[in-house]
């Protein structure tokens, strides 16, 4: 640092250089991620929120309320009448939450010390962080030949030292929904938590449902699920960071808790203590804006532009991996590996991902792509074909 102070123009100016080393995701060649673009609505009630602290709910009950209230919202929307849990900063720090709840429950309730968690191979890495910091085992459950966690594999990965058992609605890298219903009869007939990851799917599933799409049951309408993760900065178009981690009881709060003597709360259960408001704040606005209409209609305008890329991608001659159930589109090119395809996207400017399982160009359609810009990858697929 300087010892003088320096005009703020200049500042401005030097950031806004290297602002411009950063991808736009209005330009539409962002391709792999599962973030996008916040609504400018959310952002304008983002900025007003920027000073609460959530980690010390006393002194901003408003903000503390609205929290409450998007809880509410969202564990709804998830067929829960009585929600609880926190918005957080995504759903690495929810899964965490999830995660620790697990664990610290079936050790104050079953006694397991060295417990074990059971995972699809298609998790979210987000686990193996949970795993190492809880010091928990992983026991990681195949998949099928469709790409969903084999329910036969969870069925004899389970311990006496099981504390939870995870799928996915909406995978990382394919977009798949796990057979939910199944694995919830077989945690709750074994009396082990359950957790959802819906980071992605949480805030499309619901709708595209409601839309008249043939979607599997993942949320709280099934007895063994304990605990949901979903994202309001995915697709609820909330300005990151806002993830949402919802629990059936509040027990699972409890086996968390903390003392915070010197706060206006005496426990915290949340992982981090200072907790910015203004994420609960732009997800309130932000969902009393669109409404249940309004995001159905994105949901289902995305999963328009999935069929309309699928389409396009076999025309030309490509291999789609699997039939999308989301807005996510895993495909290869029928002669080049696809770390090296990946490669030749980039130099034409176009940010996709590559997927492990299988490997595979992974494009996530989010609400910053539009049919446009499809077009025009579209060509430049056809001119690399």
Not at 130 to 154: Q, Y
Not at 163 to 192: C, M, R
Not at 258 to 286: C, E, H, W
Request: hydrophobic share 40%; net charge negative.
């Amino acid at each position: 640092m300087q010892d003088e102070p320096i005009d703020k123009e200049i500042i401005l100016n030097e950031l806004m250089e290297l602002h411009k080393l950063d991808y736009n995701y209005a330009d539409g060649r962002i391709l792999g991620s599962m973030c996008t673009e916040a609504h400018p609505f959310a952002k304008e009630v983002y900025c007003k929120f920027l000073d609460t602290n959530l980690g010390d709910p006393g002194l901003f009950k408003g903000t503390k309320h609205i929290e409450n209230d998007v809880i509410k919202f969202i564990g709804n929307l998830l067929s829960l009448e009585k929600p609880y849990g926190n918005i957080v900063t995504g759903g690495t720090e929810a899964n965490l939450m999830a995660i620790r709840a697990a664990r610290n429950h079936a050790r104050k309730y079953k006694g397991i010390v060295d417990g074990e968690i059971i995972i699809p191979d298609s998790a979210h890495f987000s686990f193996k962080k949970a795993a190492d910091m809880l010091n928990l085992k992983i026991v990681e459950a195949e998949l099928g030949d469709d790409f969903r966690i084999n329910v036969e594999s969870v069925k004899n990965a389970i311990s006496e030292n099981t504390v939870a058992i995870v799928a996915i609605a909406g995978t990382t890298e394919l977009g798949l929904i796990d057979p939910i219903e199944e694995i919830s009869k077989i945690a709750h007939e074994n009396n082990i938590y359950f957790h959802v990851d819906a980071a992605f799917g949480g805030f499309s599933i619901p709708f595209l449902k409601e839309a008249g799409y043939e979607l599997p049951v993942f949320d709280f309408s099934l007895e063994g699920v304990c605990s949901i993760t979903v994202d309001p900065h995915k697709m609820g178009l909330a300005p990151i960071p806002a993830g949402g981690i919802i629990f059936r009881k509040k027990e699972y709060l409890q086996v968390m808790a903390i003392d915070s003597p010197y706060l206006t709360v005496k426990t915290q259960s949340t992982i981090v203590g200072t907790r910015l408001g203004a994420s609960s704040a732009a997800t309130y606005a932000i969902m009393k804006y669109f409404g249940k209409k309004g995001y159905s209609k994105i949901a289902q305008n995305l999963m328009e532009n999935t069929y309309f890329l699928k389409e396009g991608l076999e025309n030309i001659g490509y291999d789609v991996v699997c039939e999308p159930e989301l807005n996510i589109l895993a495909f290869n090119h029928p002669n080049i590996e696809a770390h090296d395809f990946a490669k030749k996207l980039d130099e034409l400017g176009w940010k996709v991902s590559v997927a492990k399982c299988p490997i595979a160009i992974r494009i996530v359609l989010m609400n910053h792509i539009k049919k446009s810009h499809l077009k025009e990858l579209l060509e430049d697929l056809e001119k690399i074909y």
